[in-house]
């Protein structure tokens, strides 16, 4: 027989080994269409803010501390999921916009707290309504029971893999 070209679909059956294949194709598959998702996601957001000169952690920082109030820098950033200097830097960026100031916390002079100035509790009050319904309209592609069902089975996926981090640890 003659050098036949393989098909794409042999070449991939050839390179990979079988029995196992069906559920890291499936993982694999899954983590592809969860990064695509959160990419489209994070986009529409980050479009959302940058029309009031905000990255989507700045924002992140003014909305916790529009609904949670004054926070100490590492509650933000146990919160939003930035870098000890990257919250610092962050919050340097917020306070030369004259949006949020710190505060000395009077039980531990090393901490500081982040709270909102008026000109911060004024445009996260101005531009928050909008942006949710923007994240709402984003998720319109799943009814709200899609939408609970997504969150719950994200929530238990985001525990485990926690769960294995600690493991490896």
């Known amino acids: 027989m003659k050098n036949q070209p393989t098909s794409s679909r042999t070449k991939k059956s050839a390179t990979a080994p079988a029995g196992s294949d069906r559920k890291q194709e499936t993982a694999l598959k899954l983590w592809v269409v ?3 998702a959160f990419d489209s996601m994070a986009r529409n957001v980050e479009a959302d803010v940058a029309q009031h000169d905000l990255t989507g952690t700045e924002f992140g920082i003014l909305e916790a501390l529009y609904h949670k109030g004054p926070m100490l820098l ?4 146990r919160k939003i999921l ?3 200097g990257g919250i610092t830097y962050l919050v340097d960026r917020l306070v030369a916009k004259g949006f949020v100031k710190r505060e000395q916390c009077e039980e531990d002079r090393r901490a500081r707290y982040a709270v909102l100035t008026p000109s911060g509790q004024a445009l996260i009050r ?19 029971a899609e939408q609970r069902e997504a969150t719950a089975l994200l929530r238990k996926l985001g525990l485990a893999a926690a769960e294995l981090a600690v493991e490896q640890d």
């Not at 590492?74 to 950033?77: L, S, Y």
């Not at 531009?127 to 319109?140: G, T, V």
């Open 34 to 36: 969860l990064a695509r």
């Open 126 to 144: 101005r531009i928050f309504p909008s942006h949710a319904a923007r994240i709402e309209q984003s998720l319109s592609g799943l009814t709200m």
């Open 82 to 84: 930035v870098t000890s």
């Open 74 to 77: 590492g509650e933000i950033q």
